[in-house]
């Protein structure tokens, strides 16, 4: 009998299993030739420690696995996120420029004055999700796809208006802020959720001081 194949057996054994060679003729084996005694020795002694909890693995592994870690990475997400709810504020502020003059003044050169006021209307809504948005982008998941179809429509309707005559390019132009703006919404939510699912990695000492994060990085102040 091969050493290799017995000391398959031998790892079968130790591991608690039924070894598929006879006792007798692993006895035999192992009472003929040192070097596979020898190895069942060492192999008895590494699982012992293994399940005992040897000096080996005395020291906390934390630090290195952390310091292993790139943190480059989390600093361009950081600066991604950061750029992206910029963004944001500046869409929903060209939102709002829109949504005024119609919703204030009833100045709207394609609409009469309720149509203005109801147009205004609207246009506020967006800009008001997109800032929300950009201060809290957990909420982005149910506000993007609201904020995607009302924009797609604006969009739509702009491009068939303008094809058959009925509106003037520069005017309809407007609806692209919309649309870019409902745009970041959904990539924000997508990337909120993936974040989220993602497991962290936390020092074990940080463990029981960590506050559950609110997606813009702030943390919940603990209730007393």
Known sequence: MDCDTIRVAISTQIDGE???????????HLAGCPGC??????AHTVTRRVRLGGAFLDHDLAPGVLAAVPVHRDRDRGRLRLARRGLLIALALAQLAIAAPMLFLGHDREAGLHAAHELGSFNLALAMAFAVGAIRPKLSAGLAWPCAIAAG???????????GGQAIGPDEARHLVALAGA????WQSLT???????????????????????????RDEAVA
């Open 37 to 42: 005694l020898d190895w069942q020795r060492r």
């Open 153 to 163: 429509g604006l969009v739509t309707t702009a491009i068939i208006d303008l094809i």
């Open 192 to 218: 909120v959720k993936s974040e989220s699912a993602a497991p962290a990695i936390v020092p074990a000492g940080a463990r029981e001081d960590a506050q559950p994060d609110d997606g813009d990085g702030a």
């Open 18 to 28: 039924v070894p598929w060679l006879p006792a007798d003729v692993l006895e035999t």
């Open 183 to 186: 745009a970041l919404l959904v």
